[in-house]
């Protein structure tokens, strides 16, 4: 995420509100970008799968990095390799093939049922990952904006959705912290307060798979 970029820039509302949750957002993902090389070892030479990239994700940040998009669709504008796939089913690529899978703020999208397929093929594709997710116990829905909206049951949250700045509405899951561990090994917490803001989970490249044995 470049500097100045607004992060919530596809708000259907926007307000004093909304500008504000964009800057912090942004603030947070250049921190947590600080993170990246020395927690993974990436470095110049690495080669980087950097899933659910948007129009530029990872890229932002380091543009002069081996960087491959993945998205559900067409990046005209992405500046890299770039591919249409969609990781909950299966990506093109063969074992090992990357030395990083990056994925910031995208499995909360999948559906439950499909994640853990999603994390096998991160997995698979790259000898170490980081990936990031909004937590679920943070009072403030990421998406809408609204508070609590994430706790509520689908036949409550849709129409209290349509008050936040999402727009459209999408059933999203946010996960807990044994969900991360389960899928990519114990999380780190991101705090705001007393509040985990975002869990991250990190392998660095080439170590040993931090997910707790069966």
């Not at 070892?41 to 993945?70: C, K, M, Y």
């Not at 969609?86 to 999208?109: G, K, M, Q, T, W």
């Not at 999203?172 to 007393?194: K, Q, S, V, Y």
């Amino acid at each position: 995420m470049s500097p100045g970029a607004d992060v919530y820039a596809t708000a259907a509302r926007r307000g004093p509100l909304v500008r504000l949750a964009s800057r912090r957002a942004g603030e947070a993902r250049r921190r947590r970008h600080e993170m990246l090389f020395p927690l993974t070892g990436v470095t110049p030479a690495s080669r980087i799968l950097d899933v659910g990239s948007g129009e530029l994700g990872l890229r932002a940040l380091e543009p002069g990095l081996d960087i491959t998009g993945v998205d559900l669709t067409e990046r005209p504008g992405y500046p890299g390799p770039f591919v249409v796939a969609d990781a909950s089913e299966r990506l093109p690529f063969d074992d090992d093939a990357f030395d990083l899978a990056y994925c910031n703020s995208v499995i909360e999208h999948i559906a439950p049922r499909r994640r853990a397929f999603f994390a096998r093929e991160l997995r698979r594709v790259a000898r170490g990952w980081f990936v990031q997710t909004p937590a679920i116990g943070f009072p403030i829905d990421p998406h809408s904006l609204l508070p609590a909206a994430h706790w509520l049951p689908v036949a409550l949250r849709r129409p209290y959705w349509r008050l936040g700045a999402a727009g459209t509405w999408e059933e999203i899951d946010l996960l807990r912290r044994d969900d991360m561990t389960h899928l990519f090994g114990p999380p780190h917490a991101e705090r705001i307060g007393p509040f985990t803001k975002s869990w991250i989970s990190i392998r660095a490249i080439g170590a040993p798979d931090p997910r707790p044995r069966a």
